[in-house]
């Protein structure tokens, strides 16, 4: 099988990141090549990478900048997602290349608990049902408490068939600039909306094959240290953590808090 890696959404924690190459092995262990893309939105951080040479390994890669328009949760990841898309398809056309799966995740999101075993289980299956138009989704899809969208679910790592991916990505294009469009845009730009507009098939990863864990980085790395983000005095550093990029602003953040304690 030929399987696609595509980041995309903004920079994080890059010099971090090196989890993508176990889950590349655990792949080609299992008879697969893998391919890697990523799309990210252009600042310093972003640039430091490039200029470091840190996309070496790449098929693709691309630094965008931010549209002068209000993006914000939802409507700036898809818009990022839709045009790592359309880089990934155009060097796609250029080189002949088609895919199995592709991935779309975060950049800061790490692999561990990689399983050859359900990767070779996702070869078998494959072969027997030949996918098509189909998504897993990483855990259970509920409806949202939250007003601003309809369904929520995790949407930092999605498998998908190539062609899956190809349609469920143009999801920006359809409800956020289509003028027929009966959907909402802002509203129903969540995964499950997106899905549901292409008819899409969907399922959940953990129910049929488990190919990995992963974890959003800075979480991750809070368990570890051991810190109780539901403790009241960790509200005041919630809007600092969220502009962090580096590994080190991350680790000087959580020291000054742990000292407060």
């Given at each position: 099988m030929k399987i696609a890696i595509q980041?995309?959404?903004?920079?994080?924690y890059w010099e971090k990141q090196s989890s993508v190459f176990d889950l590349i092995e655990a792949f080609e262990e299992c008879g697969s090549t893998v391919d890697v893309y990523g799309t990210f939105w252009k600042d310093d951080y972003s640039v430091?990478?490039?200029e470091q040479n840190k996309f070496d390994y790449f098929k693709d890669v691309h630094l965008?900048?931010?549209?002068?328009?209000?993006?914000?949760?939802?409507?700036?990841?898809?818009?990022c997602l839709l045009k790592s898309r359309n880089y990934r398809l155009k060097y796609q056309i250029k080189n002949n290349i088609k895919y199995d799966f592709v991935i779309l995740t975060r950049p800061d999101v790490i692999f561990f608990n990689i399983s050859k075993e359900?990767?070779?289980?996702?070869?078998?299956?494959?072969?027997?049902?030949?996918?098509?138009?189909?998504?897993?989704?990483?855990?259970?899809?509920?409806?949202?408490?939250?007003?601003?969208?309809?369904?929520?679910?995790?949407?930092?790592?999605?498998?998908?068939t190539e062609d899956a991916a190809n349609i469920f990505s143009l999801g920006f294009n359809y409800i956020q600039l289509s003028q027929d469009s009966h959907f909402i845009p802002r509203y129903h730009m969540d995964n499950v909306s997106v899905s549901k507009l292409y008819n899409?098939?969907?399922?959940?990863?953990?129910?049929?094959?488990?190919?990995?864990n992963w974890e959003v980085f800075k979480v991750k790395y809070m368990k570890d240290s051991n810190v109780d983000t539901e403790n009241q005095g960790f509200a005041d550093y919630r809007?600092?953590?969220?502009?962090?990029?580096?590994?080190?602003?991350?680790?000087?953040?959580?020291?000054?808090?742990?000292?407060?304690?």
């Open positions: 980041f995309f959404a903004q920079l994080r430091e990478m490039m965008i900048d931010m549209p002068d328009d209000y993006l914000v949760d939802l409507w700036r990841s898809k818009y359900n990767i070779e289980n996702l070869h078998r299956r494959h072969r027997q049902i030949n996918y098509i138009y189909h998504l897993w989704f990483s855990n259970f899809i509920h409806y949202s408490l939250e007003a601003r969208i309809p369904y929520r679910e995790e949407d930092k790592f999605i498998f998908a899409l098939t969907t399922s959940i990863m953990n129910q049929t094959f488990c190919i990995c809007p600092k953590l969220k502009l962090i990029q580096r590994f080190e602003d991350l680790e000087a953040l959580i020291k000054k808090y742990k000292e407060k304690l």
